[in-house]
C-alpha cells in the first residue's frame, strides 16, 4: 500500500478526513473592505478634535492599537498616532487608561 494511501486511511480512521476543510473555513476572514478606514472616507488627516474616532484607535489601558489590528494604512496610522499625542497634550484624552489601582 503505497505511503499516501496509507496516511489517508489513517487519518480517516482518526475522524480528521474532513475536519480540516472545517478549520479553515472556521478562521477565515470576515472583513469586507481591506482598506484603511480614513482612506475609505477620502480622510486626508487624522483630526485631533475628533475624540470618538481616536478613542476607537486606543486600548482600555490608553495604548494605541497596531496598524495590524486598527486596520490603518502607514500614512494614516501615523497621522492618528500624532493626533493621539496631540489631543493628550491638550488633555481631551488620558495618557493612561481610567482603570481603578
Partial sequence: MPRIDRDRDRDRDRGRGDD???????????????RCRFCRDKIADVDYKELQV??????G??????RKRSGNCAYHQRSATDAV????????LPYVGTGSL
Fill in 20 to 34: 480540516r476543510d472545517d478549520r479553515k473555513k472556521k478562521y477565515t476572514k470576515f472583513r469586507k473592505d481591506n
Fill in 54 to 59: 481616536l478613542f476607537k484607535l486606543c486600548t
Fill in 61 to 66: 489601558q490608553g495604548k494605541l492599537y497596531g
Fill in 85 to 92: 499625542k496631540r489631543a493628550r497634550f491638550l488633555a481631551m
